[in-house]
């Protein structure tokens, strides 16, 4: 009970914190804005050079959008001077991993959605019967993202390199989730069911559940390290 | 005041890459016992306290806390410990009574509204309980430090500068919960610069210099002046 009430307290602060300042959320939004624009110019209106690379857009924004908020997820500890006062805290310090992840996770889906909804405004898509499916890819694919970037800022977080160490320790760790996520998306909006893309959505679950499952079991060593 | 020592150093030792910061220091403090640790910049005290806290391993020696090895066994310690830092360790855009009830969650305790107001009151932030920390001076901030601490009611209450960025009253009202905790049977290690009144808390004073405890001795009735002469005699012998 201690356990879930510490995950949840860790979670909530962030949350609070986040809702407060609105320090990554400001910056996230205008950063997707300035994607969509960039990703609108370079596209155009053709329709068929549209359909092909769309997936891949849509992703690269979750991507790059999730590195941004997960680079910062311990350095408002650090910036509070509040590092040392996590580390000290008595008991399983996965409880902290799974309210930091809870917190990351809220805040990649917020930004996600926007994101989505902008794409559907800006490229003129319908995602009609599509959707359902979509969302269920967004949310494993995110869940796998943000469960390794968690980690990850943990370990760079004391790193002075950590901007540039940060993406380079992800991105290829993140291999399976952005295939997965590419190619399930990519048929969906394709207008195939989600039963059609049932082996990419099983990888994506695979993915999650070792991703999950090892960041839970090494979070402690990585904290102390 | 018990007989057998809650905190015992025993000849640490701690390098960083080829300097050695600490020698061999050897310290006791007992229950209910306040040990003020004067030295100068570099002499190793923060570095002395972060062994203390479980933040860094010895080189070699141990450092015991109530038994438990602060290396081996860091879990045993960690809630025996309270820690005042140089940071606050407090979030800005939380308020002062939910910043109280993040740590002592996180912490394990279970603190109900009731003893987050108490703690709130102990340190004189009732008032501005439901106030963002961000409007705070550096001595609310500290006050608030001082209520998460006194909230877990440690055994062990570890100091690094508590004084500093105070202003006199602030100072005095500080000096007055600190009495009461070592009253209450908490053994105090305080690392200090400051050669004031704030250390007549103390009741031994221990010098670190030379990466070793250069002076151990009771405070009794030496005065400032007396301080900062044994300070000087004792730092640049060692030094």
């Known amino acids: 009970m201690s356990y879930a009430r510490r995950a949840l307290a860790v979670a909530w602060k962030d949350l609070a914190v986040e809702r407060r300042s609105k320090e990554t959320l400001n910056a996230l939004v205008f950063f997707s804005l300035l994607l969509l624009f960039v990703f609108q110019f370079t596209l155009g209106g053709d329709r068929e050079r549209l359909a092909a690379v769309l997936p891949g857009v849509l992703w690269l924004g979750f991507v790059l959008s999730a590195l941004l908020a997960l680079g910062r997820t311990f350095l408002v500890e650090r910036e509070h001077d509040c590092w040392e006062g996590l580390l000290l805290a008595p008991g399983d310090k996965s409880a902290i991993y799974l309210g ?6 809220a805040l990649m889906l917020v930004v996600e959605a926007l994101v989505l909804g902008l794409f559907v405004v800006f490229f003129d898509i319908d995602l009609g019967r599509a959707l359902p499916g979509l969302l269920v890819v967004v949310l494993l694919g995110t869940l796998g993202l943000a469960a390794v970037g968690t980690l990850f800022a943990a370990m760079t977080a004391n790193v002075r390199a950590r901007e540039l160490l940060f993406p380079v320790l992800l991105l290829p760790v993140q291999i399976p989730v952005l295939l997965a996520t590419v190619k399930a998306t990519e048929a969906l909006l394709l207008g195939e069911p989600l039963g059609a893309v049932g082996h990419w959505v099983k990888l994506l679950l695979a993915a999650d559940v070792i991703y999950v499952v090892v960041s839970l079991l090494t979070f402690d060593v990585v904290l102390e390290a | 005041m018990s007989v057998e020592p809650v905190v015992r150093i025993i000849g640490v030792r701690k390098v960083f890459g080829l300097v050695a910061v600490l020698d061999s220091v050897s310290l006791d403090i007992r229950a209910g016992e306040a040990v003020a640790l004067l030295g100068a910049n570099g002499a190793g005290k923060t570095t002395l306290l972060k062994i203390l806290a479980t933040l860094l391993r010895p080189t070699r020696g141990a450092a015991t806390i109530a038994g438990h090895d602060v290396a081996r066994a860091p879990e045993a310690v960690r809630p025996l410990l309270g820690v005042v830092a140089h940071g606050a360790w407090v979030y800005d855009d939380l308020t002062a009574r939910e910043n109280l009830r993040f740590w002592a969650t996180v912490g394990g305790l279970d603190a109900y509204a009731d003893d987050l107001t108490v703690a709130l ?13 961000r409007t705070f001076s550096a001595g609310m901030k500290r006050r608030l430090s001082l209520a998460r601490v006194m909230l877990a009611r440690p055994r ?60 151990d001795t009771a405070r009794g009735t030496l005065g400032p002046d007396d301080v900062q002469r044994l300070y000087a005699a004792h730092a640049e012998e060692s030094a």
């Open chain 1, 100 to 105: 930091k992840l809870a917190g990351n996770l």
């Open chain 2, 121 to 133: 009151a102990g340190v004189g932030l009732e008032r501005v309980a439901d106030a963002r920390v």
């Open chain 2, 156 to 215: 062990v209450l570890l100091l690094d500068e508590p004084f500093a960025g105070l202003d006199q009253r602030a100072r005095k009202w500080l000096e007055g919960r600190l009495e009461a905790m070592k009253a209450a049977g908490a053994a105090l290690l305080m690392v200090t610069h400051s050669f004031g009144r704030e250390l007549g808390i103390a009741d031994r004073l221990a010098v670190l210099a030379g990466g070793r405890i250069a002076l």
